[in-house]
């Protein structure tokens, strides 16, 4: 646990901003899908990416595995 907080740490040190919504989440036995809205603010830029992720839990309802897929063009196109 401390080497994803300190991951995550070291990623929100390079945003301004971030928050996020969940636009939707429906779970399937172990399996939950989620569909977010994250903004980051970069430079003073708002930078809006439309993201998805597939997580699976165990018997304690701890995350084992997680995917996530996002656009990374979306991203690319704001910050351009």
Known sequence: R????AEFDRQAALFDA???EVVSA?????IVF???VH???VSGAP???HWAAVHEVDGDGL????RDYYDT?????QLA
């Not at 401390?2 to 907080?5: D, P, S």
């Open 73 to 77: 063009a979306e991203m690319q196109a």
């Open 26 to 30: 429906v779970n399937h036995g172990s």
């Open 63 to 66: 995350i084992v595995l997680t």
């Open 39 to 41: 903004t980051i603010v």
């Open 2 to 5: 401390a080497a994803i907080r």
């Open 34 to 36: 989620m569909e977010r």
């Open 18 to 20: 971030y928050t996020y």
């Open 47 to 49: 930078v809006t990416i």
